[in-house]
């Protein structure tokens, strides 16, 4: 019984933070239907500037700040440089676009910095725990869920309450109708990437928090793993996208958790491939309705 | 047609001329000729493709004539071109932008590892290989074979489910696909070795075997691309919709090339095993797939030349940047220490080729297209007619064609003449019963069909008959319905209740592609072409399917584009052609399927008076022409009451009048619904009502 409570911990945390990748994910999708393949590159963006700033001797509070002002930028550079230009083209053109961004952020650090592993270390608090009964609940746990509770929070603030934010909402259902209303498209769109790089910034911080380090590769997996939450909940569907991200992170702890020692180096093979099933079984994503395309 | 009163005998008058004999004639005809245009065309794309590859061979044999590493590099260029070309099938056509084919490569490279590596080297790698298969040993081109083979049917396995997706879905699952395929072949140690290199497979591939396989893949591709089936699965990526409602079989199509495609990269991978010699799951992974996409975006994914030049481009690039990277001179096996140099310039290729060349560079031209071309416009330019792709045109070639024209001039004849003996009765009810009498000549109907979204009714138990030879409108507001009866009609949504039937038969629960094939065309409200085929092949899709499953009413696409008066921009790409060329295409895409119904959806619409008018005579010329029965939609009245011959006035989601146009321009019920008088405004004198002499 507290093995399960220890996994259902473990699951919550875990998928906290990828469903505050998937949320980014899912508000830029939901207004310009990219599929930003480079998602997860920022999480790599955040870690080398974090690395910098840790190199330089400033305290982790600093330099986590720092990162998450960083992966903003990114964010928003990434939108300047190369989804602008293509903002108007099919899917498919952003879709590579964007798997070409990836490419190209990954190998810079790569070839700019060093293809090794960077040291980037969390204060020790963070691994420190306590025990209520047999379960260990560590800083750790509750910073991310505590983050995550707040982030979301303040989305949802930001969407409600906020020209900008009503504005955001109403481009996810037609955007063109918004621009006729006199809001500039850019500065949704611009704001979408903002949000989305600073929920990245914000689990970067909390994954470096866990895994101490950064590689230039470290993006991709977390990038894939905020789309798979994504179209566990329906592409472009910003709830289902929160709760997919903790449906995939159950998933994953319940796996490695309980599968035979011999098959845990399946576990990301039975992921993806119940990610594939579903989608062949729904293509809309499990948590959004079949729509009609309209004719 | 005896029994078929009033309004069959016009129709008795207009489809004579079509009599089953002349059918028949013109059926065989027809087929004969298409079957002479079709070889031709492969012909010149296996011309095509043959000069591709003498290109090729010299660029690679001269590469490797210098020995060494020059040597290999032109066989990684060769198997490369090979994996590219083999994605280009899938992605290319399909417009679905496939991840998983590099897998492909990596599982038929296992598999012919596995079969041909010495029982030797087995014993110590993979001892306990399931199947006893550590102590199997093939020659390596038969274990080569017998890869491709059962790669080639695992995909089509998982090709049963990937090809009913499209789109971004069905990437995501490539993706996963991928993922997978890698978790497999590092994990499954006692078949695989795990994540370390497999070794001890016998090195055989050179560079007379790249190009043999190179040879193999060109063809494979361009005579794929330049046949039906290949024309086929490119409508799907245009346009799902109109595709499956021009009577193609999306799903099906797109697995076939989903099939073949994997083929084609199985031949690669089993290529690049017995060149390597080792091989590990990660060589056919992120790396090799950033490659190939980079090598099939740069070139311009929807051309088999555009692939082979991408490839070529992109090796001269990345040997290029690997001599700036200064790396060991092994290619392709493991990472050189400045390999992310390389994966720098392809992410920065691709980014560029998206912002400025989103089809690449050479978009879909081909080798053979640009050769033919050129000779074609000579030959043509001879005989051609002037045609200015013009509604004027398309109506003049209409009535041109046409056997005898009983009512040329659109003008005050159009509904006195038109109109058979209007149905005894007042106008509602008891008008159309009459012709349930003979259900032979009734060759739509709708019966009760209602249709509810999400507890919102669009359609009411709306019924409605159209017959062969009539051209029948359905009019009624903004959001009454119309276009909901014509997608329900056409099988892209399925109604919540009611019955339909075609001369009998059942639509109930067909597919759109089925209901299309069965002979019920038709037009969208906004235009729905294939953008990027010509205008020949949007309507040789449509042309095909009728020559396939009604050869008695198929004609070939050139005789569609004479009478339309296509024939100068029969080359042209549907998307450039202006606005209403456009909605004539799709007319004539639509009579190209040789429709015992044709749906028109709005065809008047953004087209001023004057079109219009032209419009009338050229939607008569077509009836006139195919015998066929057409309900079109509209919300101008002027235009409806001139063109068709028995009206059906929908409001709400329900059938509130039907009957002549006379009729119900005077019945009080359409007034209203017209002009709103149940919004409490007060309505003008019916200004808007035309009256009938002026139509």
Known sequence: ?295 | MSGVPEQGEALAGRGAALGPAAGAARASACAAEERRVQRRELLVAFGGSVGLFVIVAAIALGYAALGGSQENTAIVLLMNMVLVIGLQIFSGNSGVLSLAHVSFAGIAAYISAILSAPTLVKGTTIPDAPFGLAGVELPAPLAMIVAVVVTTLIAAVIGLAIARLSGISATIVTLALMLVVFAVLTNWKSLTGGAEAFYGIPVTTNVWWGLGAVFVALVVARLFKASRLGLRVQSTREDEVAASSSGVQVVRSRFWSWVLSSAVCAMAGVLIAHFLGAISPSGFYFTLLFLTLAMLVLGGEYGVTGAVVGTVLMTIVSEATRYLGDGPVIFGVDIPPLAGLSQLVQGAIIIVVMIWRPFGLLGDRELDGLLSRRLLRGARSAGGRVATASMETAAAGATATAEPAPETPAGATATGEAVPEAPAGPGTAAAAPAADAAPAAAALTVRGASMHFAGLAALNDASLEVHSGQVVGLIGPNGAGKTTLLNVISGLYAPTAGEMTLNGVSLNGLRPYQIARLGIARTFQTTRLFRELTVRQNLEVAASVARGHRPQAARSAAEILSQFGFEEIADTKAGVLPYGVQREVEVARAVALGPGILLLDEPAAGLNDAESMELVSAVRGIRDREGCGILLIDHDLHFVMALCEYIYVLDAGRIICRGAPEEVQRDPLVVAAYLGTRGGEAPATAPTMPALGEA
């Open chain 1, 1 to 295: 019984m507290t093995d399960f409570l220890q996994q259902v911990l473990n699951g919550i945390s875990l998928g906290s933070t990828y469903a505050l990748l998937a949320l980014g994910l899912a508000i830029v999708f939901s207004i310009i239907g990219l599929v930003n393949f480079a998602h997860g590159e920022l999480i790599t963006a955040c870690g080398y500037v974090m690395f910098a700033g840790y190199s330089v001797g400033l305290p982790w509070f600093v330099y986590a700040g720092i990162g998450i002002v960083g992966t903003v930028i990114t964010a928003l550079l990434m939108e300047r440089l190369a989804f602008r230009p293509v903002r108007d083209a099919s899917p498919l053109t952003m879709m590579l676009t964007s798997l070409g961004v990836s490419i190209m952020i990954a190998a810079a650090f790569e070839t700019f910095v060093s293809p090794r592993v960077k040291a980037v270390p969390a204060p020790d608090w963070i691994s420190s725990a306590v025990h209520i009964g047999g379960l260990r609940i560590q800083a750790e746990h509750i910073l991310t869920i505590g983050v995550t509770a707040v982030a979301v929070l303040l989305l949802l603030l930001l969407l409600k309450k906020t020209t900008i934010g009503v504005a955001m909402r109403a481009a996810a259902e037609d955007f063109n109708a918004v621009r006729l209303m006199g809001i500039k498209a850019n500065a949704v769109i611009v704001t979408a990437f903002a949000i989305s790089g600073f929920l990245a910034g914000l689990a970067a911080v909390l994954i470096l928090a866990r895994r101490s380090a950064v590689n230039p590769h470290m993006g991709i997996f977390l990038g894939i793993n905020a789309f798979v939450a994504n179209v566990i909940g329906g592409l472009g569907n910003l709830w289902g996208a929160l709760a997919g991200g903790f449906v995939l992170g159950f998933v994953e702890v319940a796996l490695r958790a309980w599968l035979p020692v011999n098959l845990s180096g399946f576990t990301t093979g039975f992921v993806f491939l119940f990610v594939a099933i579903a989608l062949v079984i729904r293509p809309g994503g499990l948590f959004s309705p079949k729509v009609a395309e309209r004719v």
